[in-house]
Structures are given as structure tokens and as C-alpha cells.
């Protein structure tokens, strides 16, 4: 058997190699942007910091965060609000849902993410993150340390 080397054989394979790089591309799509992705400068003795962001969903369908996880660090989601008795309260959020074509706004006394160190180091410059939705998909979140 003969293995044709012609210009539509040639054509068909390069078609192919496009299509198939553009399906395994589709699987890191992030169905949300960050912008202004922050994080406060460490104070001397303080073992958490406090980091803003906008989350923008791009997709048609409602987006569940599950999880927040950062290289080094212990984080979570956090809300805080004024109370009945007008008082500043901060809760732990066990999840971030974003509905559709819209966005959550992380920012000073609402909706932020505390990160906890034991010992964060002088030098700090970003904290490396990842959000996680559902159990298997991990997209990655840096916070510059303002």
C-alpha cells in the first residue's frame, strides 16, 4: 500500500491537528474572568489578610465556587455584614454561586477571601490560588499583595 503525500491529504491533516488542538483547549476554558484580583500587604504579627476581586461569569448557566485553595496558605470565603443590632459581623461562606452573565464583587466589608498564615513571609509578592468548581475542575486565581 502506498502512503499518498498529495496537497488534499496534506490539507485533511492540518484541518485535523487545528480541530483536535481546539477540542483539548476547550477543557481550560474559564467560564468566569477575575479582574482586580488583590491581595492586602501582610502586617507584622497579623497571621490573615484579606483579598478582593471581581468574578464575572461568562456562561449562560449558574456557577457554583466551591472551594478556594492557595499554595502555603489556608483560605476561605467570607461575607460581612451589619447585623440586627448594628454591629459588624463576618461569616464563612461554604460556597460562591454566580448567576448567569453576571458578577460577584469581593470588596472591603461585603463578600472577600481571608487567607491565614502562620508566618507570611516579608518578601511576599503574590499568592497563588485555585477556585474550584465542582469536585474535578481547578482554574488558577494569583492575588497581587497591595
Known amino acids: 500500500m502506498k502512503f499518498k503525500t498529495g496537497r488534499a491529504h496534506f490539507v485533511v491533516s492540518i484541518i485535523s491537528l487545528i480541530l483536535i488542538n ?4 476547550t477543557q481550560n476554558y474559564m467560564p468566569f474572568e477575575v479582574e482586580a484580583a488583590y491581595a492586602t500587604k501582610p502586617l507584622t504579627g497579623i497571621n490573615s489578610v484579606a483579598a478582593y476581586m471581581v468574578l464575572k461569569n461568562q456562561t449562560n448557566q449558574t456557577l457554583t465556587i466551591d472551594e478556594i485553595s492557595c499554595d502555603n496558605f489556608l483560605a476561605d470565603f467570607h461575607e460581612s455584614k451589619i447585623d440586627n443590632h448594628s454591629k459588624m459581623v463576618m461569616k464563612k461562606l461554604d460556597k460562591v454561586v454566580i448567576k448567569p452573565n453576571s458578577e460577584v464583587n469581593f470588596q472591603p466589608s461585603g463578600k472577600h477571601i481571608m487567607i491565614m498564615s502562620e508566618n507570611f513571609p ?13 469536585k474535578e475542575k481547578k482554574y488558577p486565581l494569583v492575588f497581587i499583595i497591595k
Open 22 to 25: 481546539a477540542c483539548s483547549e
Open 122 to 134: 516579608n518578601n511576599l509578592e503574590v499568592i497563588d490560588c485555585q477556585l474550584s468548581v465542582g
